[in-house]
């Protein structure tokens, strides 16, 4: 299993740092950092911080995931689906919660709120065509290979 540096820095608000829970785990659990409770309301969205910043290797980026016990137990899921942290970017680490169930959730300090997986990132030379290679499906869409 190949390994990289993660280069972390711990905010005076941090409830502990990303781990992963298992031996065969792909992603890190992040921690709430939240300083008060977080009441989400169905269909609410919060911010919620976990106190780290984190320094990626050159052409790494970080995944931000759901945790599927949460979603699914729960209906507590990200905002964006999935979020990117890019390579460049200093910042802490913030994740966007959304509630999608017909209940309040309260994100609690120290709550597992989502995972971090780090994965390597292939930049794309953009090539402007006038055709595109022919394909089976050509340019069927959404549903036009079946259910």
């Not at 009441?39 to 995944?63: D, S």
């Not at 709120?113 to 869409?141: D, F, H, K, N, Y």
Request: charged residues 25%; negative net charge; proline residues 4%.
């Amino acid at each position: 299993m190949d390994r990289i540096v993660l280069k972390i820095e711990k905010l005076e608000h941090c409830a502990g740092l990303p781990e992963y829970k298992t031996e065969g785990a792909a992603g890190m659990d992040l921690m709430a950092a939240n300083t008060e409770d977080v009441v989400l309301k169905p269909l609410g969205r919060a911010l919620v911080p976990t106190g780290i910043k984190i320094e990626l290797p050159r052409g790494y980026e970080a995944q931000i995931r759901p945790r599927s016990g949460l979603a699914i137990k729960s209906g507590i899921t990200l905002s964006n689906c999935v979020g990117t942290i890019d390579e460049d970017y200093r910042g802490e680490v913030c994740v966007g919660l959304i509630n999608l169930s017909n209940e309040e959730f309260t994100v609690k300090r120290g709550d597992r709120i989502a995972q971090m997986l780090i994965a390597p990132v292939v930049r794309a030379e953009i090539q402007v065509s006038g055709e595109l290679s022919a394909t089976a499906r050509g340019t069927g869409g959404f549903g036009s290979t079946g259910v």
